[in-house]
Protein backbone atom coordinates (compact mmCIF):
# COMPACT_ATOMS: atom_id res chain seq x y z
CA UNK A 1 0.00 0.00 0.00
CA UNK A 2 1.25 3.51 -0.83
CA UNK A 3 2.09 5.52 2.20
CA UNK A 4 0.19 8.63 1.90
CA UNK A 5 0.88 11.97 3.64
CA UNK A 6 -0.78 12.58 7.34
CA UNK A 7 -4.48 13.99 6.32
CA UNK A 8 -4.53 17.74 6.52
CA UNK A 9 -0.63 18.11 5.42
CA UNK A 10 -0.12 19.01 2.42
CA UNK A 11 3.22 19.49 0.03
CA UNK A 12 4.15 22.58 -1.14
CA UNK A 13 6.48 22.33 -3.93
CA UNK A 14 7.85 23.09 -7.30
CA UNK A 15 6.22 26.44 -8.60
CA UNK A 16 3.74 26.50 -5.44
CA UNK A 17 6.87 26.29 -3.53
CA UNK A 18 8.61 29.52 -4.79
CA UNK A 19 5.08 31.16 -4.80
CA UNK A 20 6.02 30.82 -0.90
CA UNK A 21 9.45 31.72 -1.03
CA UNK A 22 8.27 34.74 -2.76
CA UNK A 23 5.46 35.77 -0.05
CA UNK A 24 7.75 35.43 2.67
CA UNK A 25 10.58 37.35 1.58
CA UNK A 26 7.70 39.94 0.19
CA UNK A 27 6.71 39.63 4.21
CA UNK A 28 10.05 39.90 5.24
CA UNK A 29 11.19 42.51 3.60
CA UNK A 30 8.62 44.72 5.13
CA UNK A 31 8.85 43.74 8.83
CA UNK A 32 12.43 44.55 8.37
CA UNK A 33 11.81 47.83 7.14
CA UNK A 34 9.79 48.68 10.33
CA UNK A 35 12.57 47.40 12.10
CA UNK A 36 11.45 44.06 13.38
CA UNK A 37 14.09 41.23 14.03
CA UNK A 38 13.96 37.68 13.22
CA UNK A 39 13.12 35.37 15.42
CA UNK A 40 13.41 31.06 15.21
CA UNK A 41 12.21 29.15 17.99
CA UNK A 42 11.62 25.78 18.34
CA UNK A 43 8.77 24.11 16.98
CA UNK A 44 8.37 21.97 20.45
CA UNK A 45 7.21 23.39 23.81
CA UNK A 46 6.12 22.70 27.02
CA UNK A 47 2.48 21.86 26.66
CA UNK A 48 1.87 24.17 29.88
CA UNK A 49 2.88 26.94 27.56
CA UNK A 50 0.04 27.20 25.45
CA UNK A 51 -2.55 26.43 28.21
CA UNK A 52 -1.44 29.55 30.26
CA UNK A 53 -1.17 31.84 26.87
CA UNK A 54 -3.32 30.68 24.43
CA UNK A 55 -6.34 29.42 26.94
CA UNK A 56 -7.88 26.64 28.06
CA UNK A 57 -11.39 28.39 27.36
CA UNK A 58 -9.62 28.33 23.50
CA UNK A 59 -10.66 25.54 21.00
CA UNK A 60 -6.60 25.46 19.98
CA UNK A 61 -6.24 24.30 24.19
CA UNK A 62 -9.33 22.06 24.31
CA UNK A 63 -8.94 20.26 21.25
CA UNK A 64 -6.62 20.89 18.60
CA UNK A 65 -3.38 20.72 20.41
CA UNK A 66 -0.34 17.83 19.19
CA UNK A 67 -0.16 16.95 22.64
CA UNK A 68 2.21 14.07 23.39
CA UNK A 69 4.55 12.61 26.38
CA UNK A 70 8.45 12.48 25.30
CA UNK A 71 11.12 9.34 26.30
CA UNK A 72 11.29 11.35 29.30
CA UNK A 73 7.55 11.95 30.39
CA UNK A 74 7.45 15.74 29.87
CA UNK A 75 4.35 16.80 27.88
CA UNK A 76 5.38 18.22 24.76
CA UNK A 77 2.83 20.26 22.15
CA UNK A 78 3.59 20.87 18.36
CA UNK A 79 3.39 24.84 18.23
CA UNK A 80 -0.21 25.56 16.86
CA UNK A 81 1.14 29.51 16.94
CA UNK A 82 3.98 31.65 17.24
CA UNK A 83 2.79 34.04 19.96
CA UNK A 84 3.27 32.30 23.11
CA UNK A 85 6.76 30.76 21.83
CA UNK A 86 8.47 34.28 21.01
CA UNK A 87 6.94 35.95 24.49
CA UNK A 88 8.23 32.70 26.39
CA UNK A 89 11.72 33.37 24.12
CA UNK A 90 11.38 37.32 24.93
CA UNK A 91 11.08 35.69 28.91
CA UNK A 92 13.62 32.99 28.87
CA UNK A 93 16.66 35.51 26.87
CA UNK A 94 15.46 38.32 29.98
CA UNK A 95 14.84 40.84 26.36
CA UNK A 96 12.62 42.91 28.70
CA UNK A 97 16.04 44.17 30.38
CA UNK A 98 16.95 45.52 26.99
CA UNK A 99 16.83 49.87 27.18
CA UNK A 100 15.46 49.45 23.69
CA UNK A 101 11.98 48.17 24.36
CA UNK A 102 9.71 47.15 22.17
CA UNK A 103 11.55 44.23 21.09
CA UNK A 104 10.15 43.64 17.55
CA UNK A 105 10.22 40.07 16.66
CA UNK A 106 9.37 38.66 13.00
CA UNK A 107 9.13 35.01 12.70
CA UNK A 108 7.83 32.26 9.91
CA UNK A 109 7.44 28.46 9.73
CA UNK A 110 4.89 25.30 9.99
CA UNK A 111 2.49 25.35 12.97
CA UNK A 112 -0.12 22.58 14.22
CA UNK A 113 -3.54 22.90 14.69
CA UNK A 114 -5.71 19.01 14.82
CA UNK A 115 -8.75 20.70 12.71
CA UNK A 116 -10.94 19.04 10.45
CA UNK A 117 -9.42 19.35 7.41
CA UNK A 118 -11.11 22.01 4.93
CA UNK A 119 -10.72 24.39 2.39
CA UNK A 120 -8.33 26.60 3.57
CA UNK A 121 -7.71 24.59 6.43
CA UNK A 122 -4.50 22.29 7.39
CA UNK A 123 -3.48 20.23 10.06
CA UNK A 124 0.17 21.98 9.39
CA UNK A 125 0.06 25.15 7.71
CA UNK A 126 2.75 28.13 7.99
CA UNK A 127 2.68 31.76 9.43
CA UNK A 128 4.23 34.44 8.97
CA UNK A 129 4.11 37.35 11.86
CA UNK A 130 5.49 39.86 14.30
CA UNK A 131 4.97 40.70 17.46
CA UNK A 132 6.11 43.96 19.15
CA UNK A 133 6.44 43.39 23.09
CA UNK A 134 6.98 46.14 25.74
CA UNK A 135 4.32 48.74 24.53
CA UNK A 136 1.10 49.89 25.82
CA UNK A 137 1.19 52.24 23.09
CA UNK A 138 -1.43 52.55 20.91
CA UNK A 139 0.52 53.90 17.79
CA UNK A 140 1.81 50.37 17.84
CA UNK A 141 -1.55 48.86 17.54
CA UNK A 142 -2.33 50.97 14.73
CA UNK A 143 1.61 49.87 13.16
CA UNK A 144 0.97 46.35 13.40
CA UNK A 145 -2.47 46.67 11.62
CA UNK A 146 -0.89 48.78 9.01
CA UNK A 147 1.92 46.69 8.33
CA UNK A 148 -0.44 43.74 7.97
CA UNK A 149 -2.28 46.07 5.63
CA UNK A 150 0.95 47.15 3.31
CA UNK A 151 2.30 43.23 2.68
CA UNK A 152 -1.75 42.33 1.50
CA UNK A 153 -1.30 45.67 -0.58
CA UNK A 154 2.65 44.69 -1.91
CA UNK A 155 1.64 41.39 -2.72
CA UNK A 156 -1.03 42.92 -5.09
CA UNK A 157 -3.87 42.25 -3.07
CA UNK A 158 -6.12 44.92 -3.62
CA UNK A 159 -9.32 43.96 -1.73
CA UNK A 160 -8.44 43.64 1.34
CA UNK A 161 -11.18 44.05 3.98
CA UNK A 162 -9.68 44.70 8.04
CA UNK A 163 -11.91 43.81 10.45
CA UNK A 164 -11.39 45.64 14.00
CA UNK A 165 -13.11 45.63 17.60
CA UNK A 166 -11.76 46.39 20.75
CA UNK A 167 -12.02 43.93 24.00
CA UNK A 168 -11.48 46.60 25.68
CA UNK A 169 -9.11 47.07 29.77
CA UNK A 170 -9.20 44.10 32.18
CA UNK A 171 -12.31 45.76 33.94
CA UNK A 172 -14.36 46.23 30.53
CA UNK A 173 -13.96 42.58 29.67
CA UNK A 174 -14.92 41.51 33.74
CA UNK A 175 -18.04 43.88 33.40
CA UNK A 176 -19.21 42.61 29.93
CA UNK A 177 -18.33 39.02 30.10
CA UNK A 178 -20.90 39.46 33.58
CA UNK A 179 -23.26 40.75 31.73
CA UNK A 180 -23.04 38.29 29.09
CA UNK A 181 -23.87 35.74 31.31
CA UNK A 182 -26.76 37.34 32.32
CA UNK A 183 -27.89 37.08 29.06
CA UNK A 184 -26.99 33.78 27.51
CA UNK A 185 -28.12 32.27 30.93
CA UNK A 186 -31.76 31.22 29.86
CA UNK A 187 -30.30 30.21 26.51
CA UNK A 188 -27.96 27.87 27.51
CA UNK A 189 -30.03 25.23 27.36
CA UNK A 190 -30.75 25.69 23.51
CA UNK A 191 -27.32 26.37 22.63
CA UNK A 192 -24.72 23.92 21.04
CA UNK A 193 -22.40 21.99 23.49
CA UNK A 194 -19.28 24.15 22.41
CA UNK A 195 -21.23 27.37 23.66
CA UNK A 196 -22.08 25.71 27.14
CA UNK A 197 -18.66 25.22 27.48
CA UNK A 198 -17.61 28.51 26.88
CA UNK A 199 -20.26 29.87 29.06
CA UNK A 200 -18.33 28.22 31.88
CA UNK A 201 -14.59 28.96 30.66
CA UNK A 202 -15.27 32.11 28.88
CA UNK A 203 -18.38 33.86 28.03
CA UNK A 204 -16.42 36.18 25.12
CA UNK A 205 -15.97 33.09 22.85
CA UNK A 206 -19.88 32.20 22.51
CA UNK A 207 -19.63 35.45 20.17
CA UNK A 208 -17.59 33.39 18.03
CA UNK A 209 -19.90 30.64 17.83
CA UNK A 210 -21.20 29.88 13.92
CA UNK A 211 -24.00 27.68 14.56
CA UNK A 212 -26.57 29.62 12.85
CA UNK A 213 -29.04 28.42 15.31
CA UNK A 214 -26.73 30.39 18.23
CA UNK A 215 -25.96 33.39 16.36
CA UNK A 216 -29.59 34.22 15.66
CA UNK A 217 -29.58 34.48 20.00
CA UNK A 218 -26.16 35.88 19.76
CA UNK A 219 -27.02 39.08 17.24
CA UNK A 220 -29.25 40.27 20.54
CA UNK A 221 -26.42 40.18 22.87
CA UNK A 222 -25.10 43.03 24.99
CA UNK A 223 -22.61 45.28 23.36
CA UNK A 224 -19.17 45.27 24.39
CA UNK A 225 -19.16 49.49 23.47
CA UNK A 226 -21.89 49.76 26.65
CA UNK A 227 -19.55 48.24 28.85
CA UNK A 228 -16.02 49.90 28.02
CA UNK A 229 -14.14 52.07 30.73
CA UNK A 230 -13.66 55.57 29.10
CA UNK A 231 -10.03 55.07 28.79
CA UNK A 232 -10.20 51.70 26.89
CA UNK A 233 -13.21 53.88 24.37
CA UNK A 234 -10.97 56.20 24.00
CA UNK A 235 -8.28 54.16 23.53
CA UNK A 236 -10.01 52.38 20.33
CA UNK A 237 -11.35 56.01 19.10
CA UNK A 238 -7.30 56.94 18.50
CA UNK A 239 -6.41 53.75 17.06
CA UNK A 240 -9.51 54.25 14.28
CA UNK A 241 -8.96 58.16 13.52
CA UNK A 242 -5.43 57.20 12.99
CA UNK A 243 -6.34 53.88 10.50
CA UNK A 244 -8.55 56.55 8.83
CA UNK A 245 -5.72 58.92 8.43
CA UNK A 246 -3.68 56.38 6.92
CA UNK A 247 -6.55 55.43 4.47
CA UNK A 248 -6.47 51.49 5.61
CA UNK A 249 -10.00 50.35 4.30
CA UNK A 250 -11.80 48.90 7.52
CA UNK A 251 -15.14 47.89 9.22
CA UNK A 252 -15.58 47.57 12.74
CA UNK A 253 -17.02 44.60 13.51
CA UNK A 254 -18.14 44.10 17.50
CA UNK A 255 -18.60 40.50 17.44
CA UNK A 256 -15.26 40.32 16.75
CA UNK A 257 -13.19 38.38 19.62
CA UNK A 258 -11.17 35.85 18.35
CA UNK A 259 -10.18 32.49 19.43
CA UNK A 260 -7.22 33.11 21.43
CA UNK A 261 -7.96 33.96 25.16
CA UNK A 262 -4.53 36.19 25.57
CA UNK A 263 -6.34 39.82 23.71
CA UNK A 264 -6.93 42.85 25.12
CA UNK A 265 -7.88 46.01 23.40
CA UNK A 266 -7.34 46.30 19.76
CA UNK A 267 -8.26 43.04 17.85
CA UNK A 268 -8.54 42.86 14.27
CA UNK A 269 -8.91 40.13 11.27
CA UNK A 270 -7.85 41.19 7.30
CA UNK A 271 -10.02 39.44 4.97
CA UNK A 272 -10.08 39.04 1.09
CA UNK A 273 -12.85 38.70 -1.42
CA UNK A 274 -10.67 37.14 -3.93
CA UNK A 275 -12.44 37.33 -7.88
CA UNK A 276 -13.49 33.61 -7.71
CA UNK A 277 -15.54 34.74 -4.51
CA UNK A 278 -14.35 31.62 -2.41
CA UNK A 279 -14.22 32.27 1.07
CA UNK A 280 -11.01 30.82 2.86
CA UNK A 281 -11.52 32.19 6.37
CA UNK A 282 -9.60 35.28 7.79
CA UNK A 283 -5.84 35.20 5.96
CA UNK A 284 -4.26 37.27 8.81
CA UNK A 285 -5.20 38.66 12.48
CA UNK A 286 -3.65 39.53 15.61
CA UNK A 287 -4.33 41.93 18.34
CA UNK A 288 -3.23 43.37 21.71
CA UNK A 289 -1.71 41.64 24.80
CA UNK A 290 -1.79 43.36 28.01
CA UNK A 291 -1.08 40.32 30.24
CA UNK A 292 0.75 37.35 28.22
CA UNK A 293 4.14 38.55 29.30
CA UNK A 294 3.64 37.94 32.81
CA UNK A 295 1.47 34.89 32.71
CA UNK A 296 4.37 33.28 30.66
CA UNK A 297 6.76 34.65 33.79
CA UNK A 298 7.98 37.99 32.91
CA UNK A 299 7.15 41.53 33.99
CA UNK A 300 3.98 43.42 33.41
CA UNK A 301 4.45 44.16 30.08
CA UNK A 302 2.14 44.54 26.88
CA UNK A 303 2.50 43.94 23.29
CA UNK A 304 0.29 43.64 19.79
CA UNK A 305 1.14 41.10 16.96
CA UNK A 306 -0.13 39.68 14.34
CA UNK A 307 0.14 36.48 11.55
CA UNK A 308 -0.86 35.37 8.20
CA UNK A 309 -1.51 32.03 7.44
CA UNK A 310 0.57 31.20 4.30
CA UNK A 311 -1.97 28.87 2.85
CA UNK A 312 -4.98 31.36 2.65
CA UNK A 313 -2.78 34.33 1.42
CA UNK A 314 -1.19 31.91 -1.48
CA UNK A 315 -4.99 30.49 -2.45
CA UNK A 316 -6.47 34.23 -2.47
CA UNK A 317 -3.44 35.15 -4.87
CA UNK A 318 -3.70 32.45 -6.84
CA UNK A 319 -7.27 32.64 -7.20
CA UNK A 320 -6.65 36.80 -8.63
CA UNK A 321 -3.88 35.17 -10.61
CA UNK A 322 -1.17 36.87 -8.70
CA UNK A 323 1.17 33.45 -8.79
CA UNK A 324 2.97 33.68 -11.88
CA UNK A 325 5.96 32.59 -10.36
CA UNK A 326 8.40 30.74 -12.42
CA UNK A 327 11.52 29.36 -11.53
CA UNK A 328 15.22 30.68 -12.54
CA UNK A 329 16.18 28.93 -15.64
CA UNK A 330 19.06 27.58 -15.27
CA UNK A 331 22.72 29.19 -16.33
CA UNK A 332 24.11 26.46 -18.28
CA UNK A 333 23.08 22.40 -19.12
CA UNK A 334 26.50 20.28 -19.50
CA UNK A 335 26.02 17.30 -21.65
CA UNK A 336 28.55 14.68 -21.93
CA UNK A 337 28.26 12.05 -24.37
CA UNK A 338 29.04 8.93 -23.15
CA UNK A 339 30.82 8.06 -20.11
CA UNK A 340 34.58 9.33 -20.18
CA UNK A 341 33.04 12.13 -21.15
CA UNK A 342 30.84 12.40 -18.01
CA UNK A 343 34.16 12.57 -16.01
CA UNK A 344 35.26 15.48 -17.60
CA UNK A 345 31.89 17.19 -17.74
CA UNK A 346 31.67 16.57 -13.52
CA UNK A 347 34.61 18.39 -13.35
CA UNK A 348 33.86 21.02 -15.72
CA UNK A 349 29.98 21.67 -13.84
CA UNK A 350 31.85 21.66 -10.39
CA UNK A 351 34.13 24.83 -11.09
CA UNK A 352 30.85 26.59 -13.00
CA UNK A 353 28.97 26.32 -9.82
CA UNK A 354 31.76 27.29 -7.43
CA UNK A 355 32.16 30.17 -9.66
CA UNK A 356 28.28 30.57 -9.07
CA UNK A 357 26.40 29.69 -12.47
CA UNK A 358 23.91 27.32 -12.07
CA UNK A 359 24.30 24.76 -13.57
CA UNK A 360 23.46 21.15 -14.14
CA UNK A 361 24.68 17.88 -15.63
CA UNK A 362 22.78 15.26 -17.83
CA UNK A 363 24.35 11.89 -17.25
CA UNK A 364 21.72 10.36 -18.62
CA UNK A 365 23.68 9.02 -21.06
CA UNK A 366 20.91 9.30 -23.60
CA UNK A 367 20.82 11.08 -27.35
CA UNK A 368 21.89 14.36 -27.81
CA UNK A 369 18.52 15.34 -28.68
CA UNK A 370 16.88 14.46 -25.99
CA UNK A 371 19.41 16.20 -23.46
CA UNK A 372 18.38 19.35 -25.80
CA UNK A 373 15.41 18.75 -25.21
CA UNK A 374 15.59 18.25 -21.33
CA UNK A 375 17.72 21.72 -21.22
CA UNK A 376 15.23 23.21 -23.06
CA UNK A 377 12.91 22.01 -20.20
CA UNK A 378 14.94 23.36 -17.65
CA UNK A 379 15.28 26.67 -19.65
CA UNK A 380 18.86 26.48 -19.64
CA UNK A 381 20.71 29.96 -21.56
CA UNK A 382 23.46 27.31 -23.21
CA UNK A 383 24.40 23.85 -23.16
CA UNK A 384 28.19 22.55 -23.22
CA UNK A 385 28.32 19.36 -25.28
CA UNK A 386 31.39 16.99 -24.86
CA UNK A 387 31.73 14.30 -26.99
CA UNK A 388 35.22 12.37 -27.99
CA UNK A 389 36.50 15.24 -30.53
CA UNK A 390 36.03 18.03 -27.73
CA UNK A 391 38.04 16.10 -25.30
CA UNK A 392 40.93 15.20 -28.19
CA UNK A 393 40.62 19.18 -28.76
CA UNK A 394 40.45 19.77 -25.11
CA UNK A 395 37.55 22.83 -26.64
CA UNK A 396 33.84 22.54 -25.56
CA UNK A 397 30.90 22.91 -27.94
CA UNK A 398 28.89 25.37 -26.68
CA UNK A 399 25.59 26.04 -28.01
CA UNK A 400 23.55 29.23 -26.95
CA UNK A 401 19.94 27.58 -26.82
CA UNK A 402 18.15 30.62 -27.55
CA UNK A 403 20.11 31.87 -30.83
CA UNK A 404 21.02 28.47 -31.86
CA UNK A 405 24.48 29.76 -32.30
CA UNK A 406 27.62 27.15 -31.58
CA UNK A 407 31.27 27.95 -30.54
CA UNK A 408 34.20 26.23 -29.61
CA UNK A 409 35.57 27.00 -26.15
CA UNK A 410 38.96 25.84 -24.22
CA UNK A 411 37.83 24.13 -20.83
CA UNK A 412 40.13 26.48 -19.31
CA UNK A 413 38.64 29.86 -20.98
CA UNK A 414 35.10 28.35 -19.90
CA UNK A 415 34.56 30.60 -17.27
CA UNK A 416 36.16 33.64 -18.88
CA UNK A 417 33.43 33.36 -21.91
CA UNK A 418 30.63 33.17 -19.54
CA UNK A 419 31.33 36.06 -17.67
CA UNK A 420 31.88 38.05 -20.57
CA UNK A 421 28.56 36.13 -22.18
CA UNK A 422 26.14 36.92 -19.50
CA UNK A 423 27.42 40.51 -19.04
CA UNK A 424 26.51 40.67 -22.71
CA UNK A 425 23.06 39.25 -22.59
CA UNK A 426 20.79 41.46 -21.65
CA UNK A 427 18.38 39.07 -20.41
CA UNK A 428 20.35 37.29 -17.79
CA UNK A 429 19.58 38.17 -14.01
CA UNK A 430 21.93 40.11 -12.13
CA UNK A 431 22.62 37.54 -9.44
CA UNK A 432 26.18 36.45 -10.32
CA UNK A 433 29.42 37.23 -8.54
CA UNK A 434 27.73 40.02 -7.13
CA UNK A 435 28.58 41.02 -3.37
CA UNK A 436 25.74 42.10 -2.75
CA UNK A 437 23.12 38.79 -4.41
CA UNK A 438 19.91 39.80 -4.57
CA UNK A 439 18.51 36.27 -5.30
CA UNK A 440 16.75 36.01 -1.49
CA UNK A 441 15.62 39.69 -1.62
CA UNK A 442 12.37 40.79 -3.12
CA UNK A 443 13.50 43.35 -5.79
CA UNK A 444 16.87 44.17 -6.78
CA UNK A 445 18.32 47.77 -6.44
CA UNK A 446 16.25 48.85 -9.34
CA UNK A 447 13.53 48.07 -8.00
CA UNK A 448 13.35 45.21 -10.71
CA UNK A 449 12.06 41.37 -9.12
CA UNK A 450 15.21 39.25 -9.02
CA UNK A 451 15.86 36.33 -10.90
CA UNK A 452 12.61 36.47 -13.07
CA UNK A 453 10.34 34.86 -10.46
CA UNK A 454 7.83 37.24 -10.77
CA UNK A 455 6.76 37.27 -14.56
CA UNK A 456 6.05 40.40 -16.22
CA UNK A 457 7.17 42.62 -13.52
CA UNK A 458 11.00 43.12 -15.10
CA UNK A 459 9.88 44.74 -17.70
P1 LIG B 1 -4.99 32.86 14.44
O1 LIG B 1 -6.17 33.66 14.03
O2 LIG B 1 -5.27 31.64 15.23
O3 LIG B 1 -4.04 33.82 15.25
O4 LIG B 1 -4.15 32.45 13.17
C1 LIG B 1 -3.60 33.43 12.31
C2 LIG B 1 -3.85 33.04 10.86
O5 LIG B 1 -3.39 31.70 10.61
C3 LIG B 1 -5.32 32.99 10.46
O6 LIG B 1 -5.82 34.28 10.15
C4 LIG B 1 -5.28 32.09 9.23
O7 LIG B 1 -4.89 32.83 8.09
C5 LIG B 1 -4.18 31.12 9.57
N1 LIG B 1 -4.75 29.85 10.03
C6 LIG B 1 -5.30 29.56 11.23
N2 LIG B 1 -5.68 28.27 11.28
C7 LIG B 1 -5.38 27.73 10.07
C8 LIG B 1 -5.49 26.42 9.50
N3 LIG B 1 -5.98 25.40 10.19
N4 LIG B 1 -5.06 26.23 8.23
C9 LIG B 1 -4.52 27.24 7.52
N5 LIG B 1 -4.36 28.49 8.00
C10 LIG B 1 -4.79 28.73 9.27
C11 LIG B 1 -2.85 33.46 15.77
O8 LIG B 1 -2.28 32.43 15.51
C12 LIG B 1 -2.24 34.51 16.65
N6 LIG B 1 -0.95 33.99 17.16
C13 LIG B 1 -2.05 35.81 15.89
C14 LIG B 1 -1.39 36.84 16.72
C15 LIG B 1 -0.09 37.21 16.67
N7 LIG B 1 -1.93 37.52 17.71
C16 LIG B 1 -1.05 38.30 18.28
N8 LIG B 1 0.10 38.10 17.66
Known amino acids: MDIQNVKGTHDVILDEANAY ?21 PVIENSNLFQRSVGESSD ?19 RPEFTAGIIRSFVNNKLYATKDLPVKAYYVGPVFR ?30 AIVLGYSILKSLGLENVKVKINTLGDLESRKNYKEALKTFFEPHLNNMCSDCKQRFALNPLRILDCKVEDDKKIIADAP ?64 GHYDSLVKEIGGPQLEGVGLSFGIERVYSVMADDGLT ?54 LQAHFAIIIGEEEIDSKKATIKNLKTQEQVKIDF ?17 HECHHDDECCCHKEKDVDGHHCCKHHKGENE
Open 324 to 377: GFESAGLDIYVMPIGEAEQEIGFYLTSNLRQYGFSCEIDLSNSKIGSMLKKANR
Open 60 to 78: IVRKEMYTFKDKGERLITL
Open 412 to 428: DDLINYFDKAFQLNDDH
Open 21 to 41: EYIENVMKAIAESYAFKQFRI
Open 114 to 143: YERPQLGRYRQFNQFGIETIGTDNFYHDVE
Open 223 to 286: KMTNYLSSESKNRFNKVITLLKEIGVDFEIDDTLVRGLDYYSQTVFEFHYSSSKGVDYGAIGAG
